[in-house]
């Protein structure tokens, strides 16, 4: 009550907080580099704003890259018929391939390694523990299924299957992994429990 309160008749409202992840969200999909100065200049913000809301640029960028990571993964997800561990792993797949090709990870991985490896495989950052706990959420999903005989328990599962996504995709490119999403699928189709031939698909 006391914000619009203060709101000057006639003056614009301020920006929000949803309108700067939106717009640091429109940048990354389109491959541009997340400036969190120029956010603020755009929106009319004060640095000061954007530090009390976001602290630093990475855990900007760390937010935008996990909101967009478990949205996808729930969607691909439920876009795919049946149940058990071939649904399961026909969502992982259509996620790794996403990832591979998406313009917004290339770009950052291309122009700040580091950093982007840092906000991608942190074990304390905001990305992998979402992507983490979400693959788990939809492994236990699945477990009412019968037929579904995974190798380990959900916790262990979906910590092994971001991990190898995240070797196969970006992380171990030194050795030629980077994007290898047919040797991915092959393993995530093991920890599932499947054979070969679900894993050529």
């Known amino acids: 009550m006391g914000e619009i309160a203060a709101r000057r008749p006639g003056?614009?409202?301020?920006?929000?907080?949803?309108?700067?992840?939106?717009?640091?969200?429109?940048r990354f999909l389109a491959g541009e580099r997340i400036d969190v100065q120029a956010i603020a200049r755009e929106l009319g913000l004060a640095r000061a704003?954007?530090?009390?809301?976001?602290?630093?640029?990475?855990q900007l960028i760390g937010g935008v890259v996990a909101d967009l990571g478990v949205q996808r993964l729930r969607a691909l997800r439920a876009a795919i018929p049946g149940h058990g561990a071939r649904a399961l792993l026909a969502?992982?797949?259509?996620?790794?391939?996403e990832v591979a090709t998406a313009p917004g990870l290339r770009s950052l991985i291309a122009h700040e390694q580091e950093l982007a490896l840092r906000i991608l495989t942190a074990g304390d950052g905001l990305v992998q523990p979402r992507l983490i706990a979400t693959v788990r959420g939809l492994i236990e999903a699945e477990l009412v299924d019968p037929e579904f005989a995974p190798a380990a328990d959900p916790d262990v599962l979906a910590y092994a299957i971001v991990r190898l996504a995240e070797a196969f995709l970006y992380n171990d490119a030194v050795i030629g992994l980077r994007g290898d999403t047919e040797r991915l699928r092959a393993l995530e189709a093991a920890l599932l429990g499947l054979g070969r031939e679900a894993a050529r698909g």
């Open 91 to 97: 969502g992982f797949d259509a996620f790794n391939r």
């Open 49 to 58: 704003t954007m530090h009390r809301w976001f602290g630093t640029r990475e």
């Open 11 to 26: 003056r614009p409202a301020a920006a929000s907080r949803r309108d700067a992840v939106s717009l640091a969200r429109r």
